[in-house]
């Protein structure tokens, strides 16, 4: 059962434990590196206006990358990513085989500033624009985004017409070309190859016609909503998925739940699979497909220090010095991207509730929200801003700055996030859905006053944490008034002991982890498996024929 995969990890990890260096040996051997693939790369990019031909770099934005930008600490990593910006173009060039030695040592200084410690080798591949627009811009987000975060209202959307018929085969031909520069980055060896997230589910199959001996698991970071969800949209699209994913090895998702739901999608449109449900495994034209959870997490020794470098620090003073002239009051902070699936909207309107029935919270409270815009070309993303600042407006009417309920401070840096963290009492993260949500994690790591964390139900953080957190239905303001104010007034005794349970098991299962599991399991795929037999191949190459590729 779930609970058994769970306990059955733990007792595996008591019993043997062969440690990350193992595994890695094991699957690599010596000078093997792990192939990670993702849309965005752990470093962007921009052109430098002050000095042409150069290039400044800064970490890039997400979940998956706050993640796995510090991979290199615990692996050594060849990373491909899509070229994003025209930074990020030439410094793909640069980084090619036949870049030029110059711009090379300068993409490579600028890699080590940006990932400093890492062992990480970076590929940036360019997508014709016509190409990327459709495969990113449309069916990754928002289709695939709106669909597996349940944020369509189905009256609306989405309307699957020629033109998003269109995306999906641009989504097609991207994943190739991904596909191709990770076989061409794997060097020699057997490969394992990472592949990451929505954008990649059918680059796998490509991989393993290229390079037939490659290890691959993908791992989904977002939602994998239930069966009846992706009825919606054509059977071409989602079987494609599917059997885009059932090309890897390993399909992994954050949490019990998602498995289960992929294994149902499975079972529900791809005819010839068969789910063996107990063992979670998927039989599909004569090959093994494993589907496993692997909740992902933060490095906390990275994090902490980031949390106590010079950045944040100064950022702390800031606010402190702003607390300080509002009468020192109790801090609620959220910081998240500016994403309607963050659901920061019913989180202020529950703000306000709590502030009409608690007037004497008004001199005692601040609300301080780090919110990054984000997608701001795509018009739901727009006007979903626009409600935002409109309710703060509101709740915050006239006045002295520092007397305001609501101090919203703009997201895209880092430290200013990670700052608000460190003063709160009280942080809220109440998503409508998130794959994981790793600001709850953040938040317990950098934490100085113990804050209570509120955490919806439908966070992929909740199946970890949810026994010391206030938890709240998404679309619950009512409760989520209630919450803030229990969280407000919980003793500080009890905030203590609940972070210090929620730090312990964010340190237990953190991103080494997150990744030593997938290299367990990895490793018990090859014992098990011989490189894919030419039946299998052909088996594939008519599989694909069949589903018109
Ligand atoms: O986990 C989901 C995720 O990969 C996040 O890391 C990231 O915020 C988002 O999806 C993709 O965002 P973007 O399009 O800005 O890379």
Not at 71 to 85: E, F, S, Y
Not at 162 to 176: F, K, P, Q
Request: neutral net charge; charged residues 25%.
């Amino acid at each position: 059962g779930r609970e058994g995969d769970r306990v059955a990890t733990t007792g595996a990890d008591r019993r043997a434990a062969p440690t990350r260096a193992d595994l890695l040996d094991d699957l690599l051997g010596p000078g093997g590196r792990l192939v990670v693939v993702s849309n965005r790369g752990p470093v962007t990019f921009e052109r430098d206006d002050a000095a042409p031909g150069a290039l400044t770099a800064t970490r890039g934005s997400g979940g998956l990358v706050t993640a796995l930008g510090e991979l290199g600490r615990h692996a050594p990593v060849t990373w491909v990513a899509a070229a994003m910006t025209d930074g990020d173009r030439d410094a793909g060039a640069a980084l090619a085989p036949r870049g030029k030695a110059r711009t090379r040592r300068h993409v490579e200084t600028l890699i080590d500033e940006a990932l400093p410690g890492q062992d990480m080798d970076l590929r940036y591949e360019s997508i014709p624009p016509d190409v990327f627009d459709g495969y990113y811009g449309k069916l990754s987000n928002p289709f695939l985004w709106f669909v597996q975060h349940q944020m369509y209202a189905s009256v609306y959307g989405p309307n699957v017409d020629a033109e998003l018929m269109d995306a999906w085969r641009s989504y097609e031909a991207a994943n190739r070309l991904l596909a191709e520069a990770a076989a061409d980055a794997a060097g020699p060896g057997r490969p394992v190859v990472l592949l990451q997230d929505y954008h990649l589910y059918v680059a796998a199959a490509r991989i393993r016609e290229l390079r037939p001996d490659a290890t691959i698991l993908h791992f989904t970071h977002i939602p994998w909503p239930a069966a009846s969800q992706w009825q919606l949209i054509p059977q071409r699209i989602r079987r494609g998925i599917c059997e885009g994913l059932l090309a890897a090895d390993i399909v992994g998702l954050q949490t019990d739940r998602y498995a289960s739901h992929f294994l149902d999608t499975v079972a529900s449109f791809v005819a010839d699979a068969r789910v063996e449900a107990d063992s979670r495994n998927v039989r599909w034209r004569g090959r093994r497909v494993r589907v496993r959870s692997y909740p992902i997490s933060v490095d906390p020794d990275g994090l902490v220090a980031f949390a106590g470098s010079e950045a944040v620090t100064q950022q702390v003073e800031r606010f402190r010095e702003r607390l300080a002239r509002a009468g020192s009051p109790r801090v609620i902070v959220r910081a998240d991207r500016l994403e309607p699936s963050k659901n920061a909207l019913r989180g202020y309107l529950a703000f306000e509730a709590l502030l009409l029935r608690r007037p004497d919270l008004r001199a005692t409270v601040r609300f301080v929200a780090v919110q990054a815009a984000t997608r701001t070309d795509i018009a739901e993303y727009a006007a979903y801003g626009a409600a935002v600042r409109e309710v703060v407006a509101r709740i915050n009417g006239m006045g002295d700055p520092d007397e305001q309920p609501v101090w919203l401070y703009d997201g895209s840096d880092y430290a200013t996030a990670i700052a608000a963290l460190r003063l709160a009492d009280v942080v809220l993260v109440n998503p409508i859905v998130d794959g994981m949500n790793l600001v709850a994690k953040e938040a317990v790591l950098v934490a100085e006053r113990d804050p209570a964390l509120i955490l919806s139900e439908t966070a992929g953080a909740a199946e970890q944490m949810a026994s010391a957190t206030i938890t709240v239905a998404p679309a619950d303001v009512v409760g989520t008034a209630a919450a803030l104010e229990r969280g407000l007034e919980m003793p500080r005794d009890e905030r203590r002991r609940r972070v210090a349970d929620l730090r312990r098991s964010v340190r237990h299962e953190d991103l080494d982890w997150w990744l030593t599991r997938q290299l367990r399991d990895l490793v018990a795929v090859r014992a098990g498996v011989r490189p894919p037999s030419r039946r299998l191949r052909d088996a594939m190459r008519r599989g694909e024929r069949e589903a018109g590729g």
